[in-house]
């Protein structure tokens, strides 16, 4: 079993940036692959990043790429995803996952079902 707890959102006026975190229990939490999903009011859950276990392949959503940054520290159990160049459409709930799938296959690691893990969201808010 692993718990995530995401913290880091609020408001933000548009090119400002945040750091969102997320905290895993378990003693296995550098074997586990990692992403960020996001929600916005009215559409469905989308991927915006994810880190494959074990330090492997990062993979970032076109609507982000190169603005947004996900990162780990095993030692800590945290992920994290730095935002920069905030868009009033980056606003949204965003959620950090967890997957025991141990490949690094984007097809699979953009998909939510492979995550069988989820931290209860946190909000961003990005004002133009």
């Known amino acids: 079993q692993v718990q995530l707890v995401e913290s880091g959102g609020g408001l933000v006026q548009a090119g400002g940036s945040l750091r969102l975190s997320c905290a895993a229990s378990?003693?296995?939490?550098?074997?586990?692959?990692m992403g960020w999903f996001r929600q916005a009011p009215g559409k469905e859950r989308e991927f915006v990043t994810s880190?494959?276990?074990?330090?492997?392949?990062?993979y970032v959503a076109d609507s982000v790429k190169g603005r947004f940054t996900i990162s780990r520290d095993n030692a800590k159990n945290t992920m994290y995803l730095q935002m920069t160049s905030l868009e009033p459409e980056d606003t949204a709930v965003y959620y950090c996952?967890?997957?025991?799938?141990?490949?690094?296959?984007?097809?699979?690691?953009?998909?939510?079902?492979?995550?069988?893990?989820w931290g209860q969201g946190t909000q961003v808010t990005v004002s133009s």
């Open positions: 378990g003693r296995t939490f550098s074997s586990y692959a």
């Open positions: 880190l494959a276990g074990r330090g492997g392949s990062t």
């Open positions: 996952a967890a997957s025991g799938y141990s490949g690094t296959d984007y097809d699979v690691l953009s998909r939510r079902r492979v995550y069988a893990y």
